[in-house]
């Protein structure tokens, strides 16, 4: 369990100076030549006097603090490595009693039992949610895909020439241009859609054939290229 920092420095707070105290009782020992001494700590262990003088005080300290801290699930953990590694711990502290955690453990159970349903109810939750969002950034993200897909594809087909023929000439129904214009892009955006017509000239005599926009009347003088034509059909 992620445990916040400032409630790892309260549970510290509440057991520090009792495991201080433990870690100077079980040291010492190291460094004491005394058989009698030595011989008197073999006793205590035997007789479980270090558990209930050191440990247990320590242990109740500990256990406390993460009810105090309403730390039930990690309480939980604690309790089941402290059954389990029993033996270890009796090795090194000797005869260990943990009847009144046994039994808190007990009146415990409903509520880690309960905490443990609504977390995980609250873990499926936000898996859910995350699983939702992760759909959502997804499906965005192929939108996104597809609209740039899309909008490519629009912009390499206004690019690109369709040629009619009429009375021999060639020309793009988009843009106007004739067989030289091939070379540039053709400018479908503009909204233009031309077909052949006879053109007179300002004093009213036939002019030629050329490409007319059906839509609004422009004139393609399709002979000259001019790739900067920007006139928009209205």
Request: aromatic share 12%; hydrophobic share 30%.
């Amino acid at each position: 369990m992620n445990i916040p920092f400032f409630i790892k420095l309260n549970i510290r707070d509440d057991v520090a100076n009792l495991a201080y105290d433990l870690i100077n009782e079980i040291s010492v020992p190291e460094f004491l030549n005394d058989e009698d001494l030595l011989d008197l700590i073999e006793m205590e262990k035997e007789d479980g006097e270090i558990y209930e003088r050191s440990v247990k005080p320590l242990l109740k300290a500990f256990f406390n603090s993460l009810e105090k801290n309403n730390l039930y699930d990690t309480w939980e953990e604690n309790y089941l490595a402290l059954i389990k590694y029993k033996s270890e711990l009796q090795d090194m502290f000797g005869k260990m009693d943990l009847k009144e955690f046994d039994t808190r453990y007990k009146e415990l159970k409903s509520i880690i039992f309960n905490l443990n349903k609504e977390k995980n109810v609250k873990e499926k939750q936000i898996a859910k949610e995350l699983a939702d969002k992760e759909k959502q950034i997804a499906k965005e993200k192929a939108d996104k895909e597809k609209q740039l897909a899309k909008e490519k594809a629009e912009l390499e087909k206004n690019k690109t020439h369709e040629y009619s023929v009429s009375n021999g000439i060639h020309y793009c129904k988009y843009c106007g241009g004739g067989e030289t214009w091939r070379k540039f892009d053709c400018q479908r955006e503009l909204g233009h859609k031309y077909t052949l017509r006879r053109v007179q000239n300002k004093i009213g005599f036939d002019y030629s054939f050329k490409p007319v926009c059906n839509n609004c009347g422009d004139i393609r003088h399709y002979c000259q290229p001019d790739n900067d034509y920007k006139f928009k059909c209205k």
